[in-house]
C-alpha cells in the first residue's frame, strides 16, 4: 500500500513539474515571441497533459474511487478539463498565446488537488443519480468559466497596450480586442446554464437535509459568481456591455467561483 502512495505521489509531482515548464514556456513565448519557444510551449503541454491522464488513473486504480468522489479529486479532474478544452480550442483557432494564462491557472488548480485532507463522506440522503450529474455540471461550468478568465484578462492587458500605444511585443502576439471580447461571450454562454444547473442540483441537496438556510462559505461564493456571471450576460444583452466591463464582470465571476472552491477544500483540511 505504501508503495502505492509512493507511485500515485511521484507521478503528481512529475505533473505538476511537467506544468511548470509548460507555464514557464508559454510565459517565455508571450514576453519573447517566436515560432520555436511556440512549439516547445505546446509540446510541452501535451506532455504534461499525456501525464496528467496517468496519474489520475493510477490514483484511481489504487484508491478504487470514482476520480470525482471527493473535491480534491474533483480538481484535478477540473484542471485536466481545462487543459484539454484549450487544446481542442487552439486546433480550430491559433490562439496558443493564451496558455501563457491558461496553463499556470491548470497548475494551481492541481496543486490545489494535491492538498488532502480529511473529506467527510457524501451524506446518504444525497446519493443519488444527480451526484455526477452536479458533479458533472459544475465541472464542464467551471472549466468554460476558467477559458473565459485567462480570455477576460488577455483582454484587460490588450487594452492596456492600445491606450498607452505599446504596440509592440505583447501587443502583437495577443489576439485582436474584437476576438477576445467575442470568445469571452461565447465562453461564459456556455458556462452559465452549465453552472445554473450546478446551483440548482446543490439547492436540491440541501433541502433534502433540512439544511437550506444554512450557507456555508463555499456556498456563498458559489453563488455570487453565479450573480456575476448573470449580471455579465444580462448587461450584454440589455445594457449593450461589451469589452473591458464584461472582461472585468468576468474576471470577478471566475475569482468568486476560486474562493468558492478554496472555501471546499479548506473545509476538507480543516
Given at each position: 500500500?505504501l508503495r502505492?502512495?509512493?507511485s500515485?505521489?511521484?507521478?503528481?509531482v512529475?505533473?505538476?513539474a511537467?506544468y511548470?515548464?509548460?507555464s514557464?514556456l508559454?510565459?517565455?513565448d508571450?514576453g519573447?515571441g517566436?515560432?520555436?519557444?511556440?512549439?516547445?510551449?505546446v509540446r510541452?503541454?501535451?506532455l504534461?497533459t499525456?501525464v496528467?491522464v496517468v496519474?489520475?488513473?493510477?490514483?484511481?486504480?489504487?484508491s478504487?474511487?470514482?476520480?470525482?468522489?471527493?473535491?480534491?479529486q474533483t480538481?484535478?479532474v477540473?484542471?485536466?478539463l481545462?487543459?484539454v478544452?484549450?487544446?481542442?480550442?487552439?486546433?480550430?483557432?491559433?490562439?496558443?498565446?493564451?496558455?501563457a494564462?491558461?496553463?499556470?491557472?491548470?497548475?494551481?488548480l492541481l496543486?490545489?488537488?494535491g492538498?488532502?485532507?480529511?473529506?467527510?463522506?457524501?451524506?446518504?440522503p444525497?446519493?443519488?443519480?444527480l451526484?455526477?450529474f452536479?458533479i458533472l455540471?459544475?465541472?464542464l461550468g467551471l472549466?468554460a468559466?476558467?477559458?473565459?478568465?485567462?480570455?477576460a484578462?488577455?483582454?484587460?492587458?490588450?487594452?492596456?497596450?492600445?491606450?498607452?500605444r505599446?504596440v509592440?511585443?505583447?501587443?502583437?502576439?495577443?489576439?485582436?480586442?474584437d476576438?477576445?471580447?467575442?470568445?469571452?461571450f461565447?465562453?461564459?454562454?456556455i458556462?452559465?446554464?452549465?453552472?445554473?444547473?450546478?446551483?440548482?442540483?446543490?439547492?436540491?441537496?440541501?433541502a433534502r437535509?433540512?439544511n437550506v438556510?444554512?450557507?456555508?462559505t463555499?456556498?456563498?461564493f458559489?453563488?455570487?459568481a453565479w450573480v456575476?456571471?448573470?449580471?455579465?450576460?444580462l448587461?450584454?444583452?440589455?445594457?449593450?456591455w461589451r469589452g473591458r466591463?464584461a472582461a472585468?464582470?468576468t474576471?470577478?465571476?471566475?475569482?468568486?467561483?476560486?474562493?468558492?472552491i478554496?472555501?471546499?477544500?479548506l473545509?476538507g483540511v480543516?
Amino acid at each position: 500500500r505504501l508503495r502505492d502512495m509512493t507511485s500515485v505521489t511521484a507521478l503528481f509531482v512529475l505533473t505538476v513539474a511537467c506544468y511548470v515548464l509548460a507555464s514557464a514556456l508559454f510565459g517565455l513565448d508571450l514576453g519573447r515571441g517566436g515560432a520555436k519557444t511556440e512549439s516547445w510551449a505546446v509540446r510541452a503541454l501535451w506532455l504534461a497533459t499525456g501525464v496528467h491522464v496517468v496519474y489520475l488513473c493510477v490514483d484511481y486504480a489504487y484508491s478504487g474511487r470514482t476520480p470525482v468522489a471527493t473535491v480534491h479529486q474533483t480538481l484535478a479532474v477540473l484542471s485536466l478539463l481545462i487543459v484539454v478544452s484549450f487544446l481542442a480550442t487552439m486546433r480550430r483557432h491559433r490562439l496558443p498565446v493564451l496558455g501563457a494564462f491558461i496553463t499556470p491557472m491548470t497548475l494551481l488548480l492541481l496543486l490545489a488537488a494535491g492538498f488532502k485532507g480529511h473529506v467527510a463522506e457524501v451524506p446518504e440522503p444525497v446519493r443519488s443519480v444527480l451526484l455526477p450529474f452536479h458533479i458533472l455540471v459544475n465541472v464542464l461550468g467551471l472549466a468554460a468559466f476558467a477559458l473565459a478568465f485567462a480570455v477576460a484578462v488577455a483582454y484587460v492587458i490588450q487594452e492596456q497596450l492600445l491606450r498607452r500605444r505599446q504596440v509592440g511585443g505583447v501587443f502583437q502576439r495577443l489576439p485582436a480586442l474584437d476576438v477576445l471580447d467575442s470568445w469571452g461571450f461565447r465562453l461564459v454562454t456556455i458556462g452559465f446554464p452549465l453552472f445554473t444547473l450546478g446551483v440548482v442540483t446543490g439547492s436540491i441537496w440541501a433541502a433534502r437535509l433540512g439544511n437550506v438556510l444554512e450557507f456555508s462559505t463555499g456556498q456563498g461564493f458559489a453563488l455570487l459568481a453565479w450573480v456575476f456571471f448573470a449580471c455579465v450576460l444580462l448587461s450584454r444583452a440589455a445594457g449593450g456591455w461589451r469589452g473591458r466591463r464584461a472582461a472585468i464582470g468576468t474576471m470577478l465571476g471566475f475569482l468568486c467561483a476560486l474562493a468558492a472552491i478554496g472555501g471546499y477544500v479548506l473545509r476538507g483540511v480543516s
